[in-house]
Each structure stands twice: as C-alpha cells, then as structure tokens.
C-alpha cells in the first residue's frame, strides 16, 4: 500500500486502497480502475502503485495510460530490471519496436534472464521469453547488415555472437568455449607456431631493447599500473586473490583501443618494433597493448577468452622459473624473447611459482586466417553493435 509522509495523504491513500481492492474482488473493474488512477495522481512517486496502475491499464485500460505509469515507474527505480521489463513487453505490444529493443537491452545490464529466460508459465516469463526473442533477433540482425553479402566476407556473416545469437548452435571443438564471438569457420587450435610469420623473427630481436625501456621505466609501474582485474568485475571466486589487487598488474600501451600516452612516451622502440605487427583493433588502434605484471607465488586461474578472431602474444621479458602458461592442457614456459601465441578461447592459465617478478608483453593479433575484407567485417559488426549499445 502505498504511503507518504503526509498523513491525510496516506490515510486518502489507504483508503484508496482498499476502495480498489473491494472493487476488483466485486468484479467491478471500472471501479477499481478509476481509483486506481486517482490514487497514481495522489502518489506519483511511488513505484508500487505505479506499477500496478500500468499492469492494470494493459489488460482493460488505455493503452497510452499504461505506457505512461510504466514510465513513471522506470524512472522511479531504474535499478529494477523488472521495471524495464514490463515498460519495454508494453511498448513492444503496441508496436514501438525500436525503443522496447532498447529498453529490453538496458534490462539485461541487469538481468540474465532478458537473454536466457527460466521455464515458466507466469506473465513475467513470458515476457522474459519476448524480450529475448526480441534482443535477438534484434542484434543477430544488426550483424548480419553490418557485415554484408559480399562473398568474400560470408565466414564473418556465419559468425556468432554467442550470448545473443538467434539460432542455436556448437562449437567445433567443446574444448573451445568463447564467450563473446565465434567464427566457425576458422580452423580451432590452442597454440600457433610463430616462425612462419614474418614480423615474429623481428619482434623477438627487439627483446632486449623492450627490456630496457621496461627497466628505465619501471616507476610508472608503481605510479600508473593497474590492477588488471578491477574491483567493478565479477570473473568469479577463482580470481578473488587478484580482484582489485597488484598481484597481477598491467601498465597498458593501449587500453580499449586508446593510447595511453603517458605512458607511449617512454616506450618509442617498443611502439616501433610493434609497428609491423598486425595487431587486433577495431580502428586504427591496437585493441590492447601492455606490459603484465605476475608477482611472486601468483595463479592466474584457467578460463577462457572472449572470441577466436585474435589470438593473445606473450613476448618474455623478465622470466623466473618455475614459471609457466598452460592452454588447452599442454603448459610452456616462458623463455626470454620467445614468443608464444595461441587462442584464448581455450582453457588457459598462468602460474608463477618463483620468488620474483615475472614481465611479459602481451597484445593481441588478427587471427592468420583471417583475410582484410573478413578483418574490416569484423570491424564494422562490433562498431555496429556498439554504436548501438549507445543509443539507450
């Protein structure tokens, strides 16, 4: 029941109230409609009744009445995925697609079940089962148009986003299990040879000068590392000894597709020996470049990456022993100047079991088999989506 801190508002309310609830126990839904909108002008700011008002209005009121209180209800407490629900199902029942899909996104920021809906014949999940339809449908689309018909890029349009994909589907190895993208068609393996590739041999004979900027510029670590797991994250119980802790640090080149550049500066042969590298971006910037940090003791505990269209690179700098990275079951040790590239859509895990420091360079490359046109697709689906993300 709703209530104020007014007292002859909450008594009208009371008895609003129960005028409403006599009324439709009699069967007399006009009745208890009426009041009901009387008493969702008395108290405009309470959740409840504007919520029940709008449920209401849905099944034998008006229709622009219900959009309104369910409205006033999401704005009264837009923490609460059910508010997002109920506003985004009216919306969609009254045919205003664009901005129910919008607000069935927002919805699932919060709630797992806007994608994966329980079993249930009650009203909410069948309106869990609309707005996953609806989601779906919805990005597997917006893919597809981004990416396109052309030929020469009909692996990318075969691709899934696996949280959201419309269709069902498996992967080609269960050992493989990404959790944001998947291209079926790329050949599935855990690690990859890097001497057929022309800039590893390179790469690797600027180890030492890598080092020696890493060395030079070991304050920054202290000053701008982060912790690479941050405290706003839920990677599960595993990582909890490295959540919001320097045990395992980053000091980033490239964040998120965005130069640090406090830190670029102190860097100018890395960046250089980088530069022919076919580093993994969604524009004309690494995705991610960084120097990671694994302290003394430490366990990176196995899990799996998001999407077999990059592969991760470990360039050794500083390589304790026993120390060494573990994917798909066979573990390699780091070795000073080595590089060791592989997929991380795989079970993957790394261990440090010295008592120093273990450095190494990681960033991210476009997956060999991929060809530029497939490249630029990719790119365009993930900006597509995530332009469109932007828009709620």
């Not at 990275?325 to 079970?347: M, N």
Request: net charge negative; glycine share 4%; charged share 20%.
């Amino acid at each position: 029941m709703a209530t104020t801190g007014d007292p002859k508002t909450s008594q009208r309310a009371a008895s609003l109230d129960a005028a409403i609830n006599t009324a439709f126990a009699r069967g007399d839904y006009k009745r208890g409609l009426d009041a009901l909108r009387i008493l969702g002008e008395l108290v405009p700011d309470d959740t409840e009744t504007q919520h029940r008002l709008a449920v209401i209005e849905e099944q034998i009121g008006d229709p622009e009445r219900a959009l309104a209180a369910h409205r006033n209800a999401l704005n009264l407490s837009p923490a609460n995925p059910l508010a997002y629900l109920y506003a985004a199902y009216c919306l969609q029942q009254q045919g205003h697609i664009d901005e129910a899909q919008r607000l069935y996104s927002l919805g699932s920021d919060l709630d797992s079940r806007f994608l994966n809906p329980e079993p249930g014949t009650d009203p909410t999940s069948e309106r869990y089962l609309a707005a996953s339809s609806a989601l779906r449908a919805h990005l597997s689309a917006l893919h597809r148009a981004s990416v396109g018909d052309e030929d020469a890029t009909r692996r990318i349009r075969d691709a899934i986003w696996t949280r959201t994909h419309d269709q069902s589907f498996t992967f080609r190895q269960t050992r493989q299990t990404p959790h944001l993208f998947y291209i079926p068609a790329l050949e599935p393996a855990a690690y990859f040879a890097t001497d057929p590739w022309h800039w590893a041999s390179s790469l690797e004979r600027s180890t030492a000068a890598i080092l020696e900027e890493f060395v030079a510029a070991t304050p920054l670590v202290n000053e701008q590392g982060r912790p690479y797991l941050s405290k706003d994250m839920a990677p599960g119980e595993a990582f909890a000894p490295l959540v919001g802790s320097l045990n395992w640090t980053a000091l980033d080149l490239f964040r998120d597709g965005k130069a640090v550049a406090s830190v670029c500066e102190h860097f100018p042969r890395t960046l250089a020996a980088l530069s022919h590298v076919p580093l993994y971006g969604l524009d004309e910037n690494p995705y991610e470049v960084f120097f990671s940090v694994l302290k003394p003791g430490q366990h990176i505990t196995p899990h799996y990456g998001l999407s077999n269209h990059s592969l991760t690179v470990h360039l050794p700098l500083i390589t304790p022993q026993p120390g060494h990275l573990t994917v798909d079951g066979e573990q390699r040790s780091w070795e000073f100047g080595k590089l060791i590239a592989f997929d991380d859509t795989y079970l993957h895990e790394a261990h440090n079991h010295s008592s120093e420091q273990r450095v190494v360079l990681i960033f991210s490359i476009w997956h060999p088999q991929l060809s530029e046109p497939e490249r630029r697709a990719i790119q365009r689906s993930f900006n597509a989506r995530q332009a469109w993300l932007a828009t709620r």
